[in-house]
């Protein structure tokens, strides 16, 4: 008896591991023949590869080796970055698919002290400590191609999951692509090379930083990049104007006040734009005195109504305030900003087409450039101009111009034999791109990560799509067609949490009273302005009458700031009321509400079966 | 057959409504399912347009209100003598088996059905997307129908309720937590097919590919082996235990 049990026993463990051998056998084919291929049915496609990024890795002329230098010990260590290795390691094998065997992947454990910790070291992968600090880690890839070139993440950020395609396949593309092109960067605000714009853009490019004094451009820049021109000579305004006619690319970033040449030279005189005689005869005019203030623009939705009032000139535009042209890509960028920009203001020429790229709202106001300069914010928002208007932030330009000068600057000197001939006209359409902003590149408004030394293109963590923009109007201008469409594809993160998006909800509820309130206070704090110049330049007398008027002037401007403030209470106050609503109606009004209806139904029918059962049985 | 396990799965379901039992099991569900989706998945302050925070709970939610379910399944049928009945009655064993199974998952459908108005909220007042929820719900429908498999098979081991129960428990938390890398790993392995492995026997890692809208047939492949490999093993442990 008991021998036939254990014989039993024995049976079914043997049918359990029998089972599970099964499984495994089973799995383990899956996963060999299909685990690779998965259907993302997620609406923004996340986890598929673009067609751009599809279109490098099939057409790639050598085969591309890649190691991955992960810590086996990740997943322990941590674990965020170990779900981001097994997402890397899928989008790599999709590469892999596509590119038909020229792509091979490697994965190698730098365990310490192990030659591939050397390894890795010497290819300069980024090492980091285990949690107890004993050992360092290594997460990062090495991209070699048959050619032996060499390009490497040194360590994959979660920060930049957003770019890993395209860091990726902007690796492949180099490692597969042809020669570098020059860009040229002229700039008049001392040495701006360590700027991450330029890592950015050195990724692709040659960066030539060229003398602000030269007379001509030379000949081999295929863009060049004008920053912040002040105090230019007028030798660079020629080689500008003469760089136009041979058909150059230009990207000008210009503006009445540059905030981050202000915080770097805080005693420098007062600078002048002295290219907007050139700009006027391309058809763009700049006030050199007002920077542009839009409050429905200068902070991010979520922040509260009084914040809002805080800084006017610090503007982040959404796809409302743009106009992307297809050439820079069919979509819009999430998120790009500006700091005490200017306002262009264009006065057509027949041969040349105008696109404007970033605009205000038709609320937008203006201030005085040497207010901006105090930082005194109130001071800003008491000096906004009462005119509300579309105001341009950049415009693109292509088209044929007409030379600023009658004759080469140099003629009759030494220097004219260097030079090219002298044209009085466009020899070949010039593109141009000029933005009112100079602060548009610098640091501080588009990188979270700001400056750090040694920092690389993956230390970036883009707050707004400043960097892409440029690069994409770069790539456009050198025809680098592939790069352009495959960086619109990789955008900052865009997303919005439930609480944000409740918290404009009621604001767009609040915003007509609210926007009332402000003007209300605009208008009172010109007619308070006027009232005090009149006052000081004693065109009226300072009597008992006048004195009460002021006090009246205060008391309804104190009136009306208080308002403001209970209506962002009160906008608080509601999306916290929206958000114990949902709550209280998630997780108890409609489930019991569901529950109890299923639960009367439920009951209903058995009774009613019972009811039956029992009339049947009594028949 | 199809008109015997239907009418197993009826009896079975018609039980547990009769009773307390499913609508205890609905209730908590719900009310701990929102609480951790609230309270502690941060659904406000993170981006869901998938309801990333309501689906990553679900495993563990799942591994002890399944338990709940099918604990009853066998272990009150041998409790109250009524198997040898069961078996007896002109029915195939797999029949009962099924619609055993398929009245426990069929109330799991009950279980989510009753968080969709949180779906229908979202989609209202804000933005949602709906392929890739509709993956999660597919994914969650897929773990529980594994647990409701394996839990018949471990009631079918059990002659109380309350023991089923615990080992349940035991083994769903061992499955939901537990991802084998680390015995992976003591094999030695290239580090590729170490990865390979591993994620293969995870059963979170499927859950996340599932819940991400990452839909493979590898994923698929796990929880319906699993459902068919429990359900199997559940036959023949009731033949054992009718022998």
Same mark, same amino acid.
């Given at each position: 008896?008991?021998? &036939? ?21 089973v ?11 998965? &259907?993302?049915?997620? *609406? ?44 890397i ?30 390894e ?27 050619e ?47 700027w991450?714009?330029?890592n ?80 006027k005869? !391309? ?49 819009? !960028? ?42 005194d914010q ?13 105001k341009?932030?950049?415009? !693109? ?8 000068? *009658? ?13 090219p ?5 466009? /020899? ?11 602060d ?5 408004? !588009? ?65 007509k ?11 009172l704090?010109?007619? /308070? ?8 330049s ?6 008992? /009458? ?49 529950? /109890? ?23 | ?8 799965? +009826? ?8 009773? #307390? ?33 309501f ?10 209100? #399944? ?11 041998? +409790? ?6 069961? %078996? ?33 909220? %979202? ?47 035991? #083994? ?12 992976? +790993? ?34 698929i492949?796990?929880? #319906? ?19």
């Open positions: 008896m008991n021998k &036939a049990k254990y014989l039993k026993n024995i049976s079914l463990l043997a049918l359990l591991v029998m089972t599970i051998l099964i499984f495994i056998g799995m383990s084919s899956v996963t060999l023949l299909l685990g690779d291929k998965k &259907a993302d049915v997620t *609406e923004r496609h996340k986890y598929s590869l673009s067609n751009q990024s599809m279109d490098i890795a099939k057409n790639l002329d050598q085969h591309i080796n890649i190691t991955i230098y992960a810590s086996k010990d990740l997943d322990s260590e941590y674990p965020e970055l170990d779900l981001y290795r097994q997402n390691m899928r989008l790599l094998s999709k590469y892999q698919m596509i590119s038909g065997g020229k792509i091979t992947i490697n994965i190698k454990n730098p365990e310490p002290y192990s030659p591939a910790e050397y890795a070291q010497s290819a300069s992968i980024r090492s980091f400590p285990d949690s107890e600090n004993t050992h360092n880690m290594y997460f990062g890839a090495v991209f070699s191609s048959s032996g070139k060499q390009l490497k993440i040194p360590y994959f950020s979660l920060q930049r999951q957003n770019y890993l395609e395209y860091d990726i396949s902007r690796i492949l593309a180099k490692l597969n692509g042809e020669k570098k092109k020059n860009v040229g960067v002229v700039s008049f605000a001392g040495n701006i090379s360590d991450q714009i330029f950015k853009i050195k990724e692709d490019y040659r960066v030539m930083f060229l003398n602000n004094k030269m007379p001509y451009i030379p000949e081999n820049i295929n863009t060049l990049l004008v920053y912040n021109p002040q105090q230019v000579s007028i030798n660079f305004i020629y080689a500008l104007d003469q760089y136009i006619m041979r058909g150059g690319n230009l990207i000008l970033l210009m503006d009445p006040y540059a905030e981050v040449v202000a915080e770097k030279y805080p005693y420098t005189k007062k600078n002048r734009n002295l290219l907007l005689p050139l700009l005869k !391309w058809g763009i005019s700049m006030s050199e005195q007002k920077v542009v203030a839009d409050k429905n623009l200068s902070d991010d939705e979520y922040q509260t109504a009084i914040s809002k009032l805080k800084n006017p000139t610090e503007i982040h535009l959404r796809a409302a305030n743009m106009a992307i042209p297809n050439f820079l890509g069919e979509v819009s !960028w999430p998120r790009v900003s500006f700091r005490s920009a200017g306002n262009l203001k264009i006065d057509a020429l027949d041969s040349v087409e105008y696109t404007p790229i970033f605009f205000t709202t038709d609320q937008a106001q203006e201030v005085n450039a040497d207010i901006v300069k105090y930082e109130d001071a800003v928002n008491n000096a906004l101009s009462a005119d509300y208007g579309k341009e932030l950049a415009y !693109w330009l292509n088209g044929f111009f007409e030379s600023y000068f *009658e004759k080469n600057i140099a003629d009759g000197t030494s220097l004219n034999e260097k030079m001939a002298y044209l009085s006209g466009s /020899l070949k359409p010039s593109q141009i791109l000029i933005i009112a902003d100079s548009f590149l610098a640091d501080s408004t !588009w990188n979270l990560t700001g400056y750090q030394k040694g920092a690389t293109v993956y230390d970036q963590i883009p707050s707004s799509n400043n960097a892409d923009f440029i690069l994409s109007a770069i790539d456009y201008m050198n025809k680098n067609d592939a790069l352009a469409s495959l960086r619109v594809n990789y955008l900052v993160n865009d997303e919005k949490n439930i609480a944000e998006q409740i918290y404009t909800q009621v604001f767009n509820s609040f915003a009273e609210y926007n009332t309130k402000e003007q209300e206070i605009a208008l704090q010109k007619d /308070l302005a006027e009232f005090k110049q009149q006052l000081n004693r065109k009226i007398a300072m009597s008992l /009458l006048k004195i009460q008027e002021l006090d009246d002037y205060n008391r309804r401007q104190q009136k009306i700031v208080e308002d403001i403030k209970s209506l962002n209470y009160k906008i608080q106050q509601k999306s916290g009321q929206t958000i114990t609503k949902i709550i209280v109606l998630n997780m108890f009004v409609i489930p019991l509400l569901i529950l /109890l209806l299923s639960f009367i139904s439920v009951k209903l029918y058995i009774y009613r079966k019972k009811q039956n059962n029992k009339r049947i049985i009594h028949e | 057959m199809g008109r015997q396990m239907f009418n197993i799965v +009826k009896k079975e379901t018609y039980s547990c409504f009769e009773g #307390v039992q499913a609508w205890v099991v609905l209730s908590v569900y719900i009310f701990i399912s929102m609480f951790l989706t609230f309270f502690i998945g941060g659904f406000f302050s993170i981006d869901n347009t998938g309801l990333f925070s689906f990553c709970f679900q495993p563990y939610l799942m591994s002890f209100l #399944v338990p709940a379910l099918t604990m009853r399944l066998w272990a009150e049928e041998r +409790k109250n003598g009524t198997l040898e009945f069961l %078996l007896t009655q002109p029915i195939s064993l797999f029949s009962i088996i099924m619609g055993k199974f398929f009245s426990a998952w069929f109330i799991c459908l009950c279980m989510f059905l009753l968080s969709t108005p949180l779906w229908i909220y %979202l989609n209202i007042y804000f933005e949602a997307d709906n392929m890739s929820i509709l993956s999660g719900y597919f994914a969650c429908l897929l773990i529980s129908g594994c647990f409701c498999a394996l839990g018949c098979l471990i009631s079918s081991f059990c002659s109380s309720p309350a023991v089923s129960y615990l080992w349940s428990l035991i #083994v769903f938390f061992s499955i939901s937590v537990s991802d084998f890398s680390e015995l992976i +790993k003591s094999l030695h392995l290239p580090l590729t097919l170490e990865n390979k492995l591993s994620n293969m026997l995870s059963l979170n890692s499927h859950y996340y590919d599932l819940m991400n809208g990452q839909i493979g047939w590898d994923n492949m796990f929880f #319906v082996l699993l459902m068919i490999a429990g359900l199997w093993l559940n036959v023949a442990a009731v033949e054992y235990k009718k022998n």
